[in-house]
C-alpha cells in the first residue's frame, strides 16, 4: 500500500512540476519576444526628465533624459502620442514601428502636453 503511494506521489510531483515550467514559460516567452524585437515606439522629448517608467494606454515607456522608448499596444500612434505627452511633456518626434508622425499629427499631439 504504501508503495502505491509513493509512486502516486512521486508522478504527482512531476506533474506539477512540468505544470509549473509551461506555466512559466507562458509568461516569460512573450515579455522575451518583445524585448528581442526591441522598443515599437521612440520619442525624444522636448525638455529632458529624470529617469522613469510609465505605462499609457497598455505600453510600458521607459525615458532618460530626452530619449524614450515604449512597448507595443494596439492603440494608433496618435491616441499613445497624446497619453504621452500628457505624462512626460511635448515631443520634437513621435513614432511608431520607425514610422515618425508627420508634422500635423505632432503638433496635434503635442497640444495635449
Avoid: W
Amino acid at each position: 500500500m504504501q508503495n502505491i503511494l509513493s509512486k502516486l506521489t512521486g508522478r504527482a510531483a512531476i506533474l506539477l512540476g512540468a505544470a509549473s515550467l509551461s506555466s512559466l514559460l507562458l509568461i516569460a516567452a512573450p515579455q522575451a519576444h518583445a524585448a528581442a524585437q526591441g522598443p515599437f515606439y521612440t520619442a525624444e522629448l522636448a525638455t529632458p526628465v529624470e529617469t522613469r517608467q510609465e505605462i499609457l494606454r497598455g505600453a510600458l515607456f521607459s525615458c532618460d533624459g530626452t530619449s524614450c522608448v515604449g512597448t507595443k499596444t494596439n492603440s494608433r500612434a496618435s491616441i499613445v502620442c497624446a497619453s504621452f505627452v500628457r505624462e512626460f511633456g511635448a515631443v520634437t518626434v513621435f513614432t511608431a514601428q520607425g514610422d515618425a508622425l508627420d508634422a500635423d499629427d505632432l503638433a496635434k499631439c503635442n497640444k495635449r502636453a
